[in-house]
């Protein structure tokens, strides 16, 4: 059987390391352009071949990434995508999609003897350009197993969750837990500084704790070191994926208080103004602070 020909849609942050290494593996890899051609002139200059648009990247790949914002996008982009899709293709989406839309993807794709798999991401940019990226995978077993070689590329952790949109709902989950740390971490230190605990007094003393984790430490990277780059997930991304999640314990009767304050505390950062292409995450501490009066140093 051939090598399959690996597409890629959304060559930013995540996706110009991502396809990097697809490359660096040997696949022939085709790649579209948006609105930075940055990404993509490095890419063709590393052996990577441009597609002037979907139609013409869907004819010439056989596995192709999307990494895009949402649902809304990713089911613009398939939309554009189907009509040259050859039978047997697989579109991998590797965007935190609603798992509710990955799986009706899934059976438009299949109705065209096409493939869907959910493959969304864990990690940074950083880890992205390394190869060492995490995903969470939805998919069949056999489609899993023709995919594999090519995330072995970018990923240094892969989990097969389960079928089509498994790997979407985990990924719901774990940003949960990441954007619960920024919320309580961003209240504790509004309450720090105004009862007289400086921030990085606070962080001297978490830092190295039990309490201490990787999202703490690029959290922080702002907080105390006005670090703006040290984690590049931005405040509207975050607050889409917490309406996901509130769809899905919707979608199944759950009561989901915490969830609701999480995206309540995104939501009023947003409102307030965190809806910048570099309003990242982190930044909510600011936002925090300024609602309940606390000076940030």
């Not at 003393?205 to 702002?222: A, E, K, L, N, W």
Request: aromatic share 6%; charged share 20%; glycine share 12%.
């Amino acid at each position: 059987m051939a090598q399959d020909v690996v597409g890629f849609v959304g060559v930013g942050l995540m996706g110009h390391g991502m396809a990097k290494n697809i490359l660096g593996t040997g696949f022939e890899v085709h790649v579209i352009a948006h609105r930075n051609r940055g990404p993509v002139d490095d890419l063709v200059g590393q052996g990577a071949q441009e597609a002037s648009s979907l139609a013409d990247l869907a004819a010439a790949a056989s596995i192709i990434h999307i990494c895009a914002p949402g649902s809304p996008q990713v089911e613009a982009i398939v939309t554009s995508l189907l009509p040259t899709l050859a039978e047997g293709s697989v579109i991998v989406d590797c965007s935190t999609s609603d798992p509710t839309s990955t799986a009706k993807l899934g059976e438009i794709l299949g109705e065209k003897g096409c493939f869907m798999a959910d493959a969304p991401l864990g990690g940074t940019p950083v880890q992205a350009e390394a190869g060492e990226l995490a995903t969470m995978v939805g998919a069949s077993e056999d489609t899993f197993a023709r995919i594999k070689p090519v995330l072995d590329a970018w990923a240094g952790t892969i989990v097969h969750m389960g079928d089509v949109g498994a790997g979407h709902k985990m990924k719901l989950l774990n940003n949960m837990l990441a954007m619960g740390y920024a919320a309580m971490y961003s209240e504790a230190l509004a309450l720090s500084e105004k009862v007289g605990i400086t921030t990085e007094q606070f962080d001297s003393v978490i830092r190295g704790s039990r309490m201490d984790c990787g999202f703490y430490q690029t959290f922080m990277g702002y907080a105390v070191e006005g670090n703006a780059e040290a984690h590049k997930f931005t405040i509207t991304n975050a607050l889409k994926d917490m309406r996901y999640l509130e769809a899905m314990a919707d979608s199944v009767n759950l009561a989901n208080p915490v969830g609701n304050a999480i995206k309540n505390s995104l939501a009023m950062a947003h409102a307030d103004g965190g809806d910048g292409p570099e309003n990242y995450v982190p930044h909510l501490v600011d936002y925090v602070a300024k609602r309940n009066g606390a000076k940030r140093n």
